[in-house]
């Protein structure tokens, strides 16, 4: 019992779920802060957790289903790809696909239920911002193969959580709350994004179109991350000037560092792609090492962790001054 539950949580990619809690603890602080309703606000965490693995899941399987309909596709030589743990559960015969599908079902199902009783409890927005929600969690599988997963992504992550988070505990929707939500969206967006650019060749094989494989090679898509960093940084100015929060919340320029470590991880990726990262204190958490050393994985999952952790610090940071400045 305690195997399989291992093997549903770890096809359900659970080392994921801290870029939803922490994007949720941002929009949490801030709507307890404006006298929000506390016990409504973790059980929607409990809703976007299980939205969030649900989506993985059905994820996984829609991969699965586009990888054994390619003629050359031979289980043995993708097993050997230690780099690519998705869909590996499935295809070493772990699960089967009908254990899949009811694995997802199970997840969309009680999230459906926290979902209902919200429209009961709230009205009808909290509806608006299901339908949105559950239609990026059922198209993302399409969407990541035509170049939209930052786009699916920066929604699901940005207004729509915020957005609906903010409402089921105060009842109303503003329009701080999704400029509040930029930064920690850039952020997850980041996440992704350097889980494309590491999949750079493979995505490319397997027919999946990415912003990263839209550029010459991976150290050209770097372009795009560095962007990407800048405009996480420079929008916490933004939260300043139009008054959202004080000046507090830009401790999160403390994580600049960490964001300046894994650009530089990644440019020696991309020259490099068994290269290791130096461990750092600041790299951490980072669990299942040993099954991960055992893969030969570490070159793919500690960066994975290094760009997982710093989303976790950032958001950290900004909690942080959010409720440093109500004081």
Not at 159 to 170: A, E, Q, R, S, Y
Not at 295 to 300: K, P
């Amino acid at each position: 019992m305690i195997n399989k539950l291992s093997t549903f949580l770890e096809c359900s990619r659970v080392f994921s779920l801290p870029m939803t809690i922490l994007s949720w603890l941002v929009v949490f602080t801030y709507s307890a802060i404006h006298s929000g309703n506390i016990w409504y606000g973790i059980l929607c965490l409990l809703g976007i957790c299980l939205v969030h693995l649900g989506t993985n899941v059905l994820d996984d399987y829609f991969d699965y289903k586009s990888l054994i309909r390619q003629v050359d596709f031979d289980k043995k030589e993708y097993l050997k790809n230690t780099q690519k743990t998705k869909c590996r559960y499935l295809i070493a015969g772990l699960l089967n696909e009908t254990q899949i599908l009811e694995l997802a079902g199970v997840y969309f199902f009680i999230a459906g239920l926290i979902g209902l009783f919200f429209c009961i409890k709230c009205g009808t927005p909290v509806l608006k911002f299901m339908i949105a929600g559950g239609i990026i969690a059922v198209l993302y599988s399409i969407l990541s193969k035509i170049r939209l997963s930052e786009i699916a992504v920066a929604l699901a992550y940005g207004p729509i959580l915020f957005g609906g988070v903010n409402f089921v505990m105060t009842k109303t929707i503003s329009w701080e709350v999704f400029i509040l939500s930029i930064p920690t969206m850039i952020m997850t967006v980041i996440l992704l994004y350097i889980h494309t650019v590491m999949d750079f060749e493979y995505d490319i094989k397997e027919g999946h179109y990415t912003v990263a494989n839209a550029f010459d090679s991976q150290l050209d898509s770097l372009t795009v991350l560095k962007i990407f960093i800048i405009l996480a940084y420079a929008s916490l100015f933004g939260i300043c000037i139009f008054d959202i929060s004080d000046w507090q919340i830009l401790l999160a320029l403390l994580t600049i560092p960490l964001s300046v470590d894994l650009y530089q991880s990644m440019k020696e990726y991309s020259i490099d792609n068994n290269s290791v990262p130096a461990h750092k204190w600041f790299h951490h958490p980072m669990e299942n090492m040993a099954q991960i050393e055992k893969l030969q994985a570490e070159s793919f999952m500690i960066r994975m962790y290094q760009s997982r952790n710093l989303m976790i610090y950032f958001s950290l940071f900004i909690a942080l001054g959010l409720s440093l400045a109500n004081l």
